[in-house]
């Protein structure tokens, strides 16, 4: 017998601050749904980037951690980049300060700093028609990620959700469940992925399709405030994280005193996830795409956590203790 969902309730954005009824959602529930959190302008900049991404990475035609980067293009994009912003410096005497800060970074990171490991995959399972594509730090490779991450609503969402004073930018991340890409999602929980600890961490992950109830992330109502450790689990043929001990996750949809909730979506409304909230996808039947991008916040009490294992992403920054603060050059300050 299939399980009922339950919809979520959505609390506008368009004003640029949760308020406190969503708060108290999110802590309660592990999961917020936040609507018309980005405007037509920010959607369509993500939706272009995601399609750039997926080029990029499949056009040498493989199908696992395919990155295939043109560099140059991707130079050129940090030129424009700091261009932008020397621009905004010029036009508001008052930011000058901050702004020639956040391009020295920008150039700094650009040229000396280690970039990460190619992690773009593309799943396709045998036999089905379309795929499941994901990549990772595509802010540090194209121009309209970095601006989404350092110049959009999403820093200030997530630090008033977490109730933080203070803001790091983790990674981000793009999702496009393409038409045919019949898999479900396995049911899972962030912080197992993560060498990361803390209760002030999460997962801001915007609509840039119409997401229907059909192909809607799940959420175990709750979760998040559950002790037990599980393991990460891979979402796709091939892919598995070694190492781990812990047990698998729970099979939340055959639990029956389990509350499953969901959110049907527009483009540019977004959910903030606890970092422990357990959720799952279906897969997607149908003829439209299901394109995402998720950036991911620690906020003051969040800690690095030296695991011993395989992580993903598995970037552990630059000279990190563990047990202390994750900011360096890979993962940034904001606020």
């Known amino acids: 017998m299939q399980k009922t969902l339950v919809e979520l309730p959505g609390f506008d954005a368009a004003a640029g601050r949760p308020s406190e009824a969503a708060v108290e959602a999110y802590e309660r529930d592990g999961v917020v749904c936040l609507r018309g959190a980005f405007d037509a302008h920010w959607v369509e900049a993500l939706r272009d980037g995601v ?89 540090r490779r194209y121009a ?16 008033h959700i977490m109730r933080s004073d203070t803001l790091t930018f983790y990674y981000d991340l793009v999702l496009s469940k393409e038409p045919g890409a019949g898999s479900p999602t396995p049911w899972h929980y962030d912080e197992a992925y993560w060498p990361v600890a803390g209760t002030q961490v999460c997962n801001l992950w915007t609509a840039l399709d119409d997401i229907p109830a059909a192909t809607a992330l799940r959420f175990a109502r709750g979760s ?39 959110a049907p979506l527009s483009p540019g409304d977004c959910l903030i996830i606890n970092l422990r909230t357990h959720h799952s996808a279906p897969g997607n039947l149908s003829a439209a795409r299901r394109r995402a991008h998720a950036t991911h916040w620690l906020g003051d009490d969040a800690r690095y956590n030296d695991k011993p294992w395989q992580c993903d992403p598995d970037e552990r920054g630059q000279n990190l203790a563990h047990g202390g603060k994750m900011e360096c050059a890979m993962f940034p300050r904001v606020r």
């Open 144 to 159: 309209a990620f970095r601006a989404f991450a350092f110049e959009s609503p999403a820093a200030d969402l997530a630090r």
């Open 51 to 139: 399609d750039r991404a997926m080029a990029d990475a499949l056009q040498d035609g493989r199908d696992h951690n395919a990155r295939g980067v043109d560099q140059t293009e991707t130079q050129r994009d940090q030129n424009e980049s700091d261009r932008d912003l020397a621009n905004r410096a010029d036009k508001n005497e008052t930011h000058r300060d901050q702004v020639e800060s956040d391009i020295d970074q920008h150039q700094n990171q650009s040229q000396s700093q280690p970039q990460p490991r190619n992690q773009a995959v593309h799943v396709a399972k045998p036999g089905e028609a379309g795929c499941f594509f994901y990549d990772m730090f595509l802010w």
């Open 224 to 262: 998040h405030r559950r002790a037990e450790n599980h393991r990460a689990v891979g979402f796709g043929p091939g892919i598995e994280y070694q190492g781990q001990n812990d047990p698998p996750p729970p099979d939340w949809d055959a639990d029956a005193g389990a509350e499953i909730v969901y």
